[in-house]
């Protein structure tokens, strides 16, 4: 067999177990088109996994847009694993050909008539329906490559957009993060808790004023990060202050800045939009939103409003707003 080829059978390759991990993931265990469990096919240049009669109407579109592969039998380039990898599964897609999906659409279900899943998938890939304009993709195999942005994964990421990232190389932009409230955190002394909230990322650290005795504490407190070509999740984690002993966690989550950032690379100079939507971050059980987070431009700023659900604990959430400053600002 040659060395550029894998079967799913045997996982030989790094990147293939990669793969497999991105498979094993809730959002990817259902059809990204028609929520279909256990879907056995994927489109890998478009990045999503999708069951059986989906496949068929993605191979009816032609491999420009859609290569369809099997889980199971087919063979596997590394520029295929690399694609879907890149991409990082249905939800992240779906952020993007999804994102301006209407509430009263029909999109198929597992049950749906050959003629819903061909009408639905046609509008989402081919025609685009979902996507704003300046979104619209040409070729469905340079999609991901110039959209989205790199994630643990620790993909490089590129804006057509700015001249200023590759001046200054380090950096994409910085990111100022607004922490509102909290609300319903949990009791760590006698019948409340002292709470104060840390951010992470990579090697940058900041955290909150502590409220005193305060378990719906309000903070509306900002804090800065610069955001490397390189970066992984914004890490949460909220502590109870103690004087006399080491401060107690009250729960953490992450925070994927991918949405918003492969979104900021996407539209560019936000101040000559108007106020739109131009990106989601969708709730699945694997990260800790409560509701889905949209990515808007607010007068020329680009913001997302994000509401967690602390884990690891036994109640909490922790409304944040982020914006996106760039490099000059």
């Known amino acids: 067999m040659s060395n550029r080829y894998y079967r799913p059978d ?6 293939w177990k990669k793969l497999r991990d991105l498979m094993i993931r809730s959002d990817n265990r259902i059809c990204a088109d028609c929520c279909t469990p256990d879907p056995k096919w994927a489109s890998a240049n478009i990045g999503v996994f999708i069951c059986l009669k989906c496949s068929e109407v993605h191979r009816s579109l032609g491999a420009e847009i859609s290569k369809v592969l099997s889980l199971t039998l087919d063979e596997w380039s590394e520029t295929d694993m690399d694609s879907m990898i890149q991409v990082g599964g249905n939800s992240y897609a779906n952020s993007i050909y999804e994102a301006f999906l209407p509430k009263d659409y029909p999109k198929p279900k597992p049950d749906s008539s050959n003629e819903e899943r061909t009408k639905f998938i046609r509008s989402k890939y081919v025609s685009q329906d979902f996507l704003t304009p300046s979104l619209r993709i040409v070729s469905s195999k340079l999609s991901f490559q110039t959209l989205e942005s790199g994630k643990e994964l620790g993909c490089s990421v590129t804006s057509n957009s700015s001249k200023k990232n590759e001046e200054t190389g380090q950096f994409l932009g910085n990111l100022k993060v607004k922490i509102v409230r909290g609300s319903n955190l949990a009791v760590r002394d006698m019948l409340t808790s002292d709470p104060y909230v840390v951010l992470i990322l990579g090697q940058q650290k900041a955290q909150t004023t502590v409220k005193k ?73 694997d990260n800790a939103l409560v509701k889905d987070s949209i990515v808007n431009i607010v007068d020329g700023k680009i913001k997302q409003e994000v509401l967690l659900k602390l884990q690891n604990v036994e109640s909490g959430e922790i409304e944040l707003e982020l914006e996106w400053m760039p490099l000059d600002e």
């Open 213 to 285: 005795s305060n378990l719906n504490p309000v903070w509306n407190e900002e804090l800065k990060f610069s955001i490397p070509q390189r970066y992984g999740a914004l890490k949460l984690q909220v502590y109870d202050h103690d004087v006399l002993s080491a401060d107690d966690i009250m729960g953490e989550a992450e925070i994927d800045l991918q949405p918003m950032i492969t979104a900021t690379m996407a539209f560019g100079d936000s101040e000559l939009l108007a106020n739109m939507q131009i990106g989601k971050w969708l709730k699945t059980s």
């Open 10 to 15: 045997k996982p030989v390759s790094g990147k």
